[in-house]
Nanobody
Framework: QVQLVDSGGGLVQAGKSLELSCVASRSIFTINTMGWYRQAPGKQRELVATISRGGNTNYADSVKDRFTISRDNAKNMVYLQMNSLKPEDKAVYYC???????????????WGQGTQVTGSS
């Protein structure tokens, strides 16, 4: 029903910044909460940040004060600005969206294909 495409990953050095983006295809459904998860090698997928349609945000303790999540509802996009990157931030990052129907019933969670943030050396 809905397709998410995330992008923006790449090589980065510790202490630098990177911005991830995700766009959702248009549909008859409404996009509620959006967010980012990540999975590092040998680790479980973990929450990074979420943002409600109205702009309320939540962050994992590990990224608090370094990452900022934002969204543009008109463009069906969500962003993750990552600053002061650390080696432990290297992972595959996945965009997600909570999709609702016209009655605000939950259709389901949809996921991007993943974009990889790696070290430059």
């Amino acid at each position: 029903q809905v397709q998410l495409v995330d992008s923006g990953g790449g090589l980065v050095q510790a202490g630098k910044s990177l911005e991830l983006s995700c766009v959702a295809s248009r549909s008859i459904f409404t996009i509620n909460t959006m967010g980012w998860y990540r999975q590092a090698p040998g680790k479980q997928r973990e929450l990074v940040a979420t943002i409600s349609r109205g702009g309320n945000t939540n962050y994992a303790d590990s990224v608090k004060d370094r990452f900022t999540i934002s969204r543009d509802n008109a463009k069906n996009m969500v962003y993750l600005q990552m600053n002061s990157l650390k080696p432990e931030d290297k992972a595959v990052y996945y965009c997600y969206a909570d999709i609702r129907d016209s009655n605000w019933y939950r259709v389901g969670d949809y996921w991007g294909q993943g974009t990889q943030v790696t070290g430059s050396s």
